[in-house]
């Protein structure tokens, strides 16, 4: 086949598709129902989104198919009657605040394309597309029908893609290119839930937490938190300053506070990260509740909860302290992140994010908890769980995907691997996460300045082509 020239032929027409979608913006919104009579579920910019890659599949000569405003795909047909699917997504998480760059501008510079979904998951998308093009620019005929899903919540809640395949056939095989190289072959469970208390009022005057906030996602490391006190004694902000000083000389962490009114504003900054790799960022919600444990609060369950949180959460990372630190051979150990923090004079919650081992089970996980939650009177708000996923390194399906890798990028040195991640693999059987993070190459996912080189681009989509030419082949056997 021939498609690599098509490759080089059409490389500026992806960077600009992928600039155009980088510049909707995809953070999920407020369902709504728009003038037509339709209900759009995902919010106005992820609609974009959506329209637009279908629009791009379309004008590519592709059949497309919106379903029902919940997710799409778009098709290019084979003459056998298996589904080869890529499933992406094209929602993503908050862009928080620090940009160098308009997080929705796509703007490039030194040879990068700047923007959230650059790496996660929007250029991985348009590659696979063009990647297709390619293929059907040079003439191929596939025997299996090759499917790129698009999902759009993969960042929350998966009711997209729930919503997708209750429509529409689960593919036969294929991959997800959101992830890394050379290829992945085993997830983590996901739990995500909540702890959650409330605190009886206080019967006295005297320092009180008005409010705490952390987090804007259960699956990314937060990297600021915002506590507002109040005291009717102006001296104990003096007070509360020094010691905010005596903590930066201590730990190096930022902590930072202003006055606000009559109350007294604290800030503490981490640095963000995926939420399954909490140990590449630095939680800010952990460095202020250990700060507030140095103060005391007129409202013993304040108190309370912000002691819970620093003796059996604080920095750790594997769920040791709530005694929940399983692990495998396989997959490593449990990754423990606290995504988001709320509190106030009425109650404190906690919204957690945990990726188990892939021999372990979520019961065996919130059964390890049951006896420390129930001393500590905290309630446990179960919200999702995602199976584990593992799939033999000796399978048909990892030895194609990772000589087409290696042929590539003459990589023979990396490894299958498995990640705390979760992807649109687990949405199926027979689905492996298949790039778009190179091996050494710098994870911007769910970080400010998220942006991708065009070079890896360019690479990626080469090897995505070569992939989905031979997953659909008839040569191919699943």
Not at 168 to 178: C, M
Request: proline content about 4%; hydrophobic content about 35%; some cysteine.
């Amino acid at each position: 086949m021939e498609y690599e020239k098509f490759l080089e032929k059409n490389k500026e027409d992806m960077i600009f598709a992928l600039q155009k979608v980088v510049r909707c913006n995809s953070e999920e919104g407020e369902s709504f129902i728009g003038t037509d009579g339709q209900t759009y579920p995902f919010g106005q910019g992820v609609q974009e989104a959506l329209v637009t890659v279908l629009n791009m599949g379309e004008e590519m000569g592709f059949s497309v198919k919106n379903v029902d405003n919940y997710g799409g795909h778009i098709d290019f047909p084979g003459k056998g009657d298996k589904i080869m699917a890529i499933l992406g997504h094209l929602d993503v998480v908050p862009a928080g605040k620090g940009w160098s760059f308009d997080p929705y501008g796509g703007e490039i510079k030194d040879g990068k394309i700047y923007g959230r979904g650059t790496t996660d998951d929007k250029g991985p998308v348009i590659s696979c597309l063009y990647a297709m093009k390619a293929l059907k620019d040079a003439g191929y005929e596939p025997e299996a029908t090759i499917r790129l899903i698009l999902g759009l919540d993969e960042e929350t809640h998966w009711k997209g893609i729930d919503y997708y395949f209750s429509k529409e056939p689960r593919p036969d095989f294929g991959f997800t290119p959101d992830a890394e190289f050379p290829l992945i072959n085993g997830e983590k469970g996901i739990l995500v839930f909540s702890l959650a208390k409330k605190f009886a009022a206080s019967k006295t005057e005297g320092l009180e937490l008005r409010s705490l906030k952390g987090g804007m996602a259960p699956n990314s490391v937060p990297d600021s938190c915002r506590v507002v006190v109040n005291s009717p004694k102006s001296e104990q902000y003096d007070s509360i300053k020094e010691k905010i000083s005596e903590y930066k000389e201590e730990t190096g962490y930022k902590i930072n506070c202003k006055g606000i009114g009559k109350s007294l504003e604290i800030t503490s900054f981490g640095v963000a990260s995926h939420g399954a790799n909490p140990d590449k960022g630095l939680n800010a919600i952990s460095i202020m509740m250990d700060f507030l444990g140095k103060l005391n609060f007129v409202n013993e369950d304040t108190n309370d909860f912000i002691n819970f949180y620093n003796k059996y959460i604080g920095f750790c990372l594997n769920g040791e302290k709530m005694g929940i630190n399983f692990s495998d051979e396989e997959s490593g150990e449990l990754v423990f992140n606290v995504g988001m923090a709320e509190m106030d004079k009425e109650a404190g919650k906690l919204v957690i994010n945990i990726r188990y081992p892939v021999t372990c089970t979520g019961d065996e996980v919130y059964d390890g908890m049951e006896d420390l939650l129930t001393r500590y009177d905290m309630g446990l708000i179960k919200s999702e769980e995602k199976p584990t996923v593992y799939i033999d390194q000796n399978s048909n399906m990892v030895k194609t995907l990772m000589e087409v890798y290696q042929k590539h990028t003459g990589d023979y040195e990396s490894k299958p691997c498995v990640i705390g991640g979760g992807t649109y693999a687990k949405t199926s059987p027979g689905i492996i996460a298949y790039g778009a993070l190179f091996p050494g190459d710098k994870d911007l996912m769910h970080k400010k300045d998220e942006c991708i080189e065009i070079s890896r681009l360019e690479l990626m989509t080469k090897i995505y082509a070569e992939a989905i030419y031979k997953l659909s082949s008839g040569e191919y056997n699943v």
